[in-house]
């Protein structure tokens, strides 16, 4: 069973998502955070209590508080090897050439996605495993 976690604070696309990732993994378990402080405390819980990090991390460049960058940092300083087997995803609205040189930088990135996702790109996603 697929685990997904959802970084973004669009209340509308943590609505349609789950929706759309349920649609082609319907066994999946999806956690939301709405933050990449609340993610890296949801990470940090997961790790202490000796879980395993979420398959697939869909992660919103744009948010307040912490942008996407600003999380892999964090998580690059405490959970990089915690998350070794994760596969990241940035999304965005808009597709900035700077944001995709800058997502290069992150081994653990694997895709820079616009959003929303769709049907089409987990099937893609999951039958590349």
Known sequence: MNRYLLIDDDDII???H????RRVDKECEIEICVSGVQAI???????????????????????PVM???EFMEA?????TDFISNSKI????SSVDPRDIEKAANYKS?????PKPLTIDYIQNLL???
Do not use: R
């Open 67 to 69: 942008t996407g960058f």
């Open 109 to 113: 990135i694997i895709e820079f996605a």
């Open 14 to 16: 943590t609505k349609i």
């Open 75 to 79: 998580l690059s300083q405490s959970l």
């Open 18 to 21: 789950p929706v759309i990732i």
């Open 41 to 63: 405390d949801y990470l940090n819980s997961l790790h202490e209590a000796k879980e395993t990090a979420p398959d697939y991390i869909f992660l919103d460049i744009n948010m």
């Open 127 to 129: 039958s590349a495993q």
């Open 89 to 92: 995803i940035l999304l965005s």
